[in-house]
C-alpha cells in the first residue's frame, strides 16, 4: 500500500483506540445499542447482562487494557484504504510480525544486492527499528499487573507481581498456539512471571475466590486474564462456561478485554462509528473526526432503515452484487456471504 496511508493508519490508530476505550466505559450508551438485540438473540442478552453486572461490581480494576487489531482493504479504483472491522481478541500477528523483521535483518544484511532489488525503489529502508510486537505487548501487560500487585509502588522498583500469575483463557481445541506460546515464553524469559492456559471451564472447576475478590490458581493470585477466547457462542458449551466467565469479570483481575470492550466489536458499534454525532460524542476535534470517518467504509444496518429505504438497498444489492460484503453481527457468528451467496440469502 502506498506509505503514506500507512503513516496516516497509524496515527489515527491512537484516535481510534482512544475512542473504543471511552466508548466502552459509557455504559448507558452500549445498553441502548444492544438492548433491542438481545430481545431476540441469547448469546447478545447473556453478554449484556454480565456487562451490567460488572459495571455495578464495586471491586472491579480502574485498569484497561486492551489490544486492538484492525483489518483494512484497499480500495484499488478509489485509491484509498477502509477500515472494515476491528477486534479485541484475535491479535495472532506478533509471532508473523516479529519473525518477518528478523527475516529482514538477516536477508538485508548478508545479500544487500539481492535486497535492494527486493524493496521499493523509491524508499530504500525498511523500518528495522520499530518495537517487536510481542515485546512491546508483553510490556504492556507488565506494566498493567505491576499497578495491580501493588498500586503505590514505582513500577520500575516493584517485583511483587512475580508471585501472581497471568491465564491465557483458551478453548477446548485450541490449535492457534503459536503466537501465544511467544507470548508466554517471552513473559517468563523477561519478566519471570508465569502463565497458565485455561478454558472456561477448567477456570470455574479449578480456580478459587476470595471474599475479596481475588482469583487463586496453583496457590497464587491471578493478576490478569488474557482472552484467546470467549467471542462466540461456540466457546460457551455449558452453564459451566458461563459461570466461569462471571467469575472473571467479577473478580480484581485485570481482564484483557474486559466484557464492555468485547462488546463494542459486535458489527452495530462499528456501523453507529460512522455516525458524525456519536463519534463527536466522544472526540471534539471536527478535524480528527472529519479525517476518522474517512476511513470507514460505508455500512447499512437493515435494523435502522425505514421499509422503503430497505427496499432500495436490496435493489441495488442485488443488482450490484460484488459491490457488497454481508457480515453477521457477532463475531464469529457465521461467514461472510460475497457475491452469488448473497443473492441466495436474499432471493428477491
Not at 53 to 66: R, S, V
Not at 136 to 153: E, G, H, L, Q, T
Request: hydrophobic letters at 35%.
Amino acid at each position: 500500500i502506498v506509505k503514506s496511508f500507512f503513516e496516516k493508519i497509524s496515527f489515527y490508530q491512537i484516535a481510534f483506540n482512544k475512542l473504543i476505550d471511552k466508548i466502552s466505559r459509557d455504559q448507558e450508551y452500549i445498553e441502548k445499542v444492544l438492548t433491542p438485540i438481545a430481545e431476540q438473540d441469547d448469546f447478545v442478552k447473556r453478554n449484556l447482562e454480565l456487562s451490567k453486572k460488572a459495571f455495578a461490581f464495586e471491586k472491579k480494576q480502574p485498569i484497561q487494557l486492551g489490544i486492538f487489531r484492525n483489518d483494512y482493504m484497499v480500495d484499488k479504483t478509489k485509491k484509498f484504504i477502509y477500515q472494515i472491522e476491528y477486534n479485541t481478541i484475535a491479535a495472532t500477528m506478533g509471532y508473523f510480525v516479529d519473525g518477518l523483521k528478523k527475516f529482514y535483518e538477516y536477508f538485508s544484511t548478508k545479500y544487500p544486492d539481492v535486497f535492494s532489488r527486493y524493496i521499493n525503489k523509491d524508499d530504500k529502508r525498511v523500518p528495522l527499528d520499530k518495537q517487536d510486537t510481542i515485546e512491546s505487548f508483553c510490556a504492556s501487560m507488565i506494566d498493567a499487573v505491576k499497578r495491580f500487585a501493588n498500586p503505590n509502588a514505582l513500577p520500575e522498583n516493584d517485583n511483587e507481581y512475580k508471585n501472581t500469575v497471568i491465564v491465557f483463557v483458551v478453548q477446548p481445541t485450541e490449535r492457534n498456539i503459536y503466537d501465544q506460546r511467544a507470548v508466554e515464553f517471552h513473559l517468563w524469559e523477561k519478566y519471570q512471571i508465569k502463565s497458565r492456559r485455561l478454558t472456561l471451564n477448567e477456570i470455574a472447576k479449578e480456580c478459587t475466590q476470595d471474599e475479596d475478590k481475588n482469583i487463586y490458581i496453583d496457590g497464587k493470585k491471578v493478576s490478569l486474564f488474557y482472552f484467546r477466547a470467549c467471542y462466540t457462542e461456540k466457546d460457551y458449551i455449558d452453564e459451566e462456561s458461563w459461570k466461569g466467565r462471571e467469575m472473571i469479570e467479577l473478580s480484581t483481575a485485570i481482564k484483557c478485554p474486559n466484557i464492555n470492550t468485547f462488546l463494542t466489536t459486535f458489527k452495530v458499534f462499528q456501523y453507529e462509528l460512522t455516525k458524525v454525532d456519536v463519534i463527536k460524542k466522544y472526540i471534539n476535534e471536527d478535524l480528527i473526526v472529519n479525517d476518522m470517518l474517512r476511513f470507514f467504509v460505508k455500512l447499512y444496518y437493515v435494523r435502522d432503515l425505514d421499509k422503503e429505504k430497505q427496499k432500495e438497498l436490496f435493489t441495488d444489492v442485488l443488482e450490484h452484487v460484488d459491490n457488497y460484503v454481508l457480515k453477521p453481527q457477532k463475531e464469529g457468528g457465521g461467514n461472510n456471504y460475497y457475491g452469488e451467496a448473497i443473492k441466495q440469502l436474499i432471493p428477491s
